[in-house]
């Protein structure tokens, strides 16, 4: 497989999985040493002193190093032997790479509680809402253009975007976000939830287009998207008495309980293979809008 046309999230999140398989005993001896030598000189030249890395990143780098020391990366083959040490030597940054893990776990159950606390007060307050459940992507095609700064930046923009609520966030009464990476694919992405006052806008399918169409617009045509709220899609979830999108009824008890369940798939305990790889000081990967605010009328006012 060639690793050279891999960008720098692409290249740790190969790294990553290549870790986590040798440590889980779930690929053989001759594709680690393949790997190795496709995805070492790649990564060493990735390598950025200022960003931040998985412990399974950080556990490639330090035991790799130990075995070639200064040896200019495209000099090295990874032989039976370099192999044999390398896998060796990954043992002993097993528990670092569970601390981790454990880590996320909490950190994604403690955001968890928090959301469907948010989405509750907000379907008790509200009599409708509407709900848009969007991701935001790269195209495959030109996902190798897009490094871990670029998408910091782009999500960046687009959350301002969201805060100044024009366009088609207008009316939008809350919102979450979360950032997740895949695993060899290594994509970055964005599952985004939108939710509108009911009273004034209706049209779902129509407005995650719109949300979806500001994205590829905001990044230059290297974004794209995805909508559930194709017909076929809610049909789907609708067959099995899951729609949590679209217009939800504070009245009806089936659409809000769907509609935190739909919400809550941001923030899923379980889903540590998603956690990013790599990330810039002081990135956040999940957020969520305030629900006690001035403008939110019919609350008591705030206590100071």
Same mark, same amino acid.
């Given at each position: 497989?060639?690793?050279?046309?891999?960008?720098?999230?692409?290249?740790?999140?190969?790294?990553?999985?290549?870790?986590?398989?040798?440590?889980?005993?779930?690929?053989?001896?001759?594709? !680690?040493?393949?790997?190795?030598?496709?995805?070492?000189?790649?990564?060493?030249?990735?390598?950025?002193?200022?960003?931040?890395?998985?412990?399974?990143?950080?556990?490639?780098?330090?035991?790799?190093?130990?075995?070639?020391?200064?040896?200019?990366?495209?000099?090295?083959?990874?032989?039976?032997?370099?192999?044999?040490?390398?896998?060796?030597?990954?043992?002993?940054?097993?528990?670092?790479?569970?601390?981790?893990?454990?880590?996320?776990?909490?950190?994604?159950?403690?955001?968890?509680?928090?959301?469907?606390?948010?989405?509750?007060?907000?379907?008790?307050?509200?009599?409708?809402?509407?709900?848009?459940?969007?991701?935001?992507?790269?195209?495959?095609?030109?996902?190798?253009?897009?490094?871990?700064?670029?998408?910091?930046?782009?999500?960046?923009?687009?959350?301002?975007?969201?805060?100044?609520?024009?366009?088609?966030?207008?009316?939008?009464?809350?919102?979450?976000?979360?950032?997740?990476?895949?695993?060899?694919?290594?994509?970055?992405?964005?599952?985004?939830?939108?939710?509108?006052?009911?009273?004034?806008?209706?049209?779902?399918?129509?407005?995650?287009?719109?949300?979806?169409?500001?994205?590829?617009?905001?990044?230059?045509?290297?974004?794209?998207?995805?909508?559930?709220?194709?017909?076929?899609?809610?049909?789907?979830?609708?067959?099995?008495?899951?729609?949590?999108?679209?217009?939800?009824?504070?009245?009806?008890?089936?659409?809000?309980?769907?509609?935190?369940?739909?919400?809550?798939?941001? !923030?899923?305990?379980?889903?540590?293979?998603?956690?990013?790889?790599?990330?810039?000081?002081?990135?956040?990967?999940?957020?969520?809008?305030?629900?006690?605010?001035?403008?939110?009328?019919?609350?008591?006012?705030?206590?100071?």
């Amino acid at each position: 497989m060639p690793y050279s046309h891999l960008n720098q999230p692409l290249v740790v999140a190969n790294v990553h999985s290549l870790v986590t398989d040798i440590l889980a005993n779930t690929i053989s001896f001759n594709e !680690t040493m393949d790997k190795l030598n496709g995805l070492y000189d790649p990564f060493m030249n990735h390598i950025n002193t200022e960003l931040f890395y998985s412990q399974p990143a950080l556990a490639f780098l330090s035991s790799t190093q130990a075995i070639v020391g200064d040896t200019y990366p495209k000099n090295v083959i990874w032989d039976h032997d370099k192999t044999k040490c390398f896998i060796k030597m990954l043992s002993c940054y097993k528990n670092d790479i569970e601390r981790e893990r454990i880590t996320f776990s909490y950190q994604e159950s403690q955001n968890q509680k928090q959301l469907e606390d948010y989405v509750h007060n907000l379907t008790n307050h509200y009599s409708r809402l509407l709900f848009i459940r969007i991701d935001l992507k790269y195209a495959k095609e030109t996902s190798h253009h897009v490094s871990i700064e670029g998408f910091d930046c782009h999500m960046r923009k687009f959350r301002e975007l969201i805060s100044n609520k024009k366009t088609c966030f207008e009316y939008l009464q809350g919102n979450a976000w979360a950032l997740e990476q895949g695993g060899i694919e290594g994509g970055l992405h964005c599952h985004l939830l939108l939710i509108y006052d009911g009273s004034q806008k209706q049209r779902d399918r129509y407005l995650a287009r719109e949300v979806g169409e500001k994205w590829k617009m905001m990044t230059g045509g290297l974004g794209e998207y995805y909508s559930y709220h194709d017909a076929e899609t809610k049909q789907q979830y609708e067959q099995y008495g899951k729609l949590g999108i679209g217009m939800i009824h504070r009245d009806n008890p089936r659409e809000v309980e769907n509609a935190v369940t739909s919400a809550l798939y941001l !923030t899923k305990p379980s889903k540590h293979e998603q956690q990013l790889k790599l990330w810039v000081p002081n990135m956040r990967t999940f957020g969520r809008g305030i629900y006690r605010t001035p403008k939110r009328r019919g609350l008591s006012p705030i206590a100071k």
